[in-house]
């Protein structure tokens, strides 16, 4: 279905005519072009008229490609199956990303191809010199893009925080104060109050990792300032329990009783999964097994 046939129907479907639907956003006419002949819309045009339909872009573009997922989302899925069903990337499917990359320049493929170089890396303790020279390579490409772009928007954050156990500590302060933080001002957009609330929650995660408590502490404070939604139980609930995990390290072994309530508290709401993860998390960072 295009676009066009697509707008008619979901305008019919709410019994509004082409001149309740135009009203003060175009002229009766352009809808008439747009509807039937598929005539070409400004991005500007197609958002006010989503908006008078009460339709949102994301379920717009759903149902333009018909549920069907897009280019990028079945190569993601197909890369995480390759990898996790054989525990390495087949040659074949990386030659892909790469040939996808070289002819598009987009950088989600780079980014999918460095985040598989770098997991590879993490799991074997070491890549071949070629392979190792090709991630390094990776990541100049990635940090010089992230550089050069003084505004970042969603897929700057997505790129940065897919490849954030890539960079060096130093980078990410840096990138941080300088960029992220500058998206707090469109935090009434639900897209990036989601997005910084998980960049935020994977630097918690990593810093434990490198054994950096003070950037541990400073990154729960930050997000703790980003927690105001009711529907975030969820994300406190893992900001108690990464805030806990920080006071253990710092000499309060007696905090473990709070780990145990938070985590019965999520077995009770049904999240078993994240409870392993979480207690396999209490064990690699407070040294405590439950």
Known sequence: ????????????????????????????TTLSSIENRNQTLSFDLLVKLLDRL??????????????????????????YTDYYSKGTL????????????????????????TQMLG??????????????KQLNNN????????????????????????????FDTEYIQMAYKRTVKKLVFRKKLRLYQDDIVLFLLNCIDLFLERDEDEL????????DQHLVRKNQLYEKTLTHFYQVIL????????????I??????????????QVEDLKKDVEKYAGVVL
């Open 1 to 28: 279905m295009d676009t066009g046939a697509l707008i008619k129907s979901l305008r019919k479907e709410r019994q509004l005519t082409q001149e309740e639907l135009a009203g003060t956003i175009t002229t009766r």
């Open 54 to 79: 009460n339709v949102r872009m994301e379920e717009f573009l759903f149902l333009l490609e018909e549920g069907k997922s897009s280019k990028k989302q079945a190569m993601y899925l197909e890369v």
């Open 90 to 113: 087949s040659e074949e499917v990386e030659s892909r990303i790469l040939v996808e990359y070289e002819k598009t320049h987009d950088f989600y493929y780079l980014a999918l191809h």
């Open 119 to 132: 997991i590879e890396r993490r799991n074997k303790g070491n890549l071949s010199p070629e392979r190792e």
């Open 139 to 166: 990541v100049h490409k990635i940090k010089d893009h992230l550089n050069k772009v003084t505004h970042w928007n969603h897929m700057e954050l997505a790129l940065f925080m897919n490849c954030l156990f890539l």
């Open 216 to 223: 541990v502490g400073y990154f729960l404070q930050e997000l």
């Open 247 to 258: 006071d253990i390290r710092q000499g309060k072994p007696q905090e473990i009783e709070r």
């Open 260 to 273: 145990i309530k938070i985590l019965n508290y999520l077995e009770f709401i049904g999240e078993t999964k």
